[in-house]
């Protein structure tokens, strides 16, 4: 019932990742992580080919922190059918543990299906009743309420009333956290613009490992055949917004933590037709490649 061809409602992805942890139950396990505003149920599927599930270096993925940003939950959950469905690419579940939540933000993305398709935060109860939502990707605890965020519940940068005050970032982060010592690599998927970002981007800084984190995110995108990407620091190459999840990765001491703008550059920006999943997604797939050897050479 899955198909990339078109963009799925949230059920039907849900749907998808129920149907592989009944198919594949060696490989696959659904995870519930909590809770949205509107009380949908936040997933996380693992796959690992692990007798032991939860030993192996693991790589972290999320998409749909973004509402609108529709090709993300699209091409994360093309991730999955091709690391669980297809044979030949085992290779990258060896000695590698995989973490992939494809709508961290599944209230706003419903939204976006039934009310406004270009909706971007969360859904929660705001001080202002006709201005509801919070920008997830300003709400991370890392410098959070720093350049590139808003005090007003009416803007799409709304930080929110904390660090962590909505319950999909402080659900997701928990989650991360209590795995942090297996995460080695933090991939989180946005668009549009095709950037490869680094840390960080609450200002131009870099970490003391930037050339490293360089080095492999360079290696990542000249796997990329359709699509060019432009690889840097965040705040240097985008703009500069405090409270991000690729900055918070990276301060908990996930040492790759890439934030992945996808397709397009702008001819079609949120809306990108359903007939570039498929494109977006395998161009992309081969990084993953790149990024599970690192992983498991480190180990
Ligand atoms: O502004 C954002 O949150 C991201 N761009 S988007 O168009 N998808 O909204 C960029 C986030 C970059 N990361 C950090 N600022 N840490
Ligand atoms: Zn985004």
Do not use: P, S
């Given at each position: 019932n899955m198909t990339w061809t078109n963009y799925h409602r949230l059920s039907n992805i849900y749907g998808y990742m129920s149907y592989l942890t009944t198919t594949y139950p060696n490989l696959v396990t659904l995870i519930n992580i909590g809770i949205s505003y509107e009380k949908r149920p936040l997933y996380v599927l693992r796959i690992s080919n692990s007798s032991s599930p939860g030993t192996n270096p693991a790589i972290w993925i999320d998409g749909g922190?973004?509402?609108?940003?529709?090709?993300s939950p699209a091409t994360v959950s093309y991730f999955i059918q091709q690391l669980v469905e297809v044979p030949a690419n085992a290779k990258l579940l060896q000695n590698v543990d995989w973490y992939i939540m494809p709508v961290m933000n599944p209230d706003g993305y419903e939204y976006t299906f039934v009310k406004d398709r270009l909706w971007r935060k969360t859904r929660s109860l705001t001080s202002n009743p006709s201005c509801p939502g919070v920008d997830p990707n300003r709400n991370f605890g890392y410098k959070w309420g720093g350049l590139g965020t808003s005090t007003d519940p009416c803007s799409a940068v709304f930080k929110g009333t904390k660090a962590f005050s909505e319950p999909e970032t402080i659900a997701t982060s928990n989650y991360i956290l209590g795995k942090s010592s297996q995460i080695k690599l933090y991939l989180t998927f946005h668009s549009y613009g095709q950037y490869a970002l680094i840390p960080y981007g609450y200002d131009v800084v870099y970490p003391p490992d930037y050339n490293d984190m360089l080095a492999l995110a360079n290696k990542a995108v000249s796997k990329f055949t359709k699509y060019k990407f432009s690889v840097g620091s965040t705040a240097a190459l985008l703009y500069a917004a405090a409270g991000g999840s690729g900055d918070w990765a990276k301060s908990i001491g996930i040492k790759y933590s890439y934030t992945f703008e996808l397709a397009d550059t702008g001819a079609n920006g949120f809306t990108l037709p359903a007939s570039q999943i498929l494109p977006v997604g395998q161009d992309f797939f081969p990084a993953l490649d790149v990024f599970a050897t690192q992983v498991s050479a480190a180990t």
């Open positions: 922190i973004h509402a609108r940003e529709w090709i």
